[in-house]
C-alpha cells in the first residue's frame, strides 16, 4: 500500500555530518506524521526523532536534541534526518515510518507507526 524508502547512510567521521532522505511512494493519505528510529545489534529499535503532518509538533530522543533536525517536504511525500556533531555512539541502522492519523501530533512508540523503510546504515568512527 505505502512503500517508503530511505537514502543517505553511510560512513563519516566523528564530529561529521550526515543527511538522511526518506520518500513514501504508493498510496498516500492527506494526513501522517514521519518518524526516524534506529537500531543496533542485539538492541530494540529506539525513537530518534518525528515531525507531524503540518510541521507544528515535533519531538526528539534525549541523545540527539542539538545535534540532529527532522524536516519535511508533504508536496514530495518527503522527510529529512540532518545529522550534525555525529558521534560513535550515532552508529546504527535508521529507519523512516509513517503514522496516519488526524491530530497534528507525534508519537514516539514503534507500535503506533503504520509503515516501515527498510533501513540505511549509519557509521560513525572514532
Known amino acids: 500500500q505505502v512503500q517508503l524508502v530511505e537514502s543517505g547512510g553511510g560512513l563519516v567521521q566523528a564530529g561529521g555530518s550526515l543527511r538522511l532522505s526518506c520518500t513514501a511512494s504508493?498510496?498516500?493519505?492527506?494526513?501522517?506524521?514521519m518518524g526516524w528510529f534506529r537500531q543496533t545489534p542485539g538492541k530494540e529499535r529506539e525513537f530518534v526523532a518525528a515531525l507531524s503532518w503540518s510541521g507544528g509538533d515535533t519531538k526528539y530522543a534525549d541523545s540527539v536534541k542539538g545535534r540532529f533536525t527532522i524536516s519535511r517536504v508533504n508536496a514530495k511525500n518527503t522527510v529529512y534526518l540532518q545529522m550534525n556533531s555525529l558521534k560513535p555512539e550515532d552508529t546504527a541502522v535508521y529507519y523512516c515510518a509513517a503514522d496516519f492519523r488526524i491530530y497534528d501530533s507525534v508519537r514516539v512508540g514503534r507500535e503506533e507507526y503504520d509503515y516501515w523503510g527498510q533501513g540505511t546504515q549509519v557509521t560513525v568512527s572514532s
Open positions: 504508493g498510496r498516500t493519505f492527506s494526513s501522517y506524521a
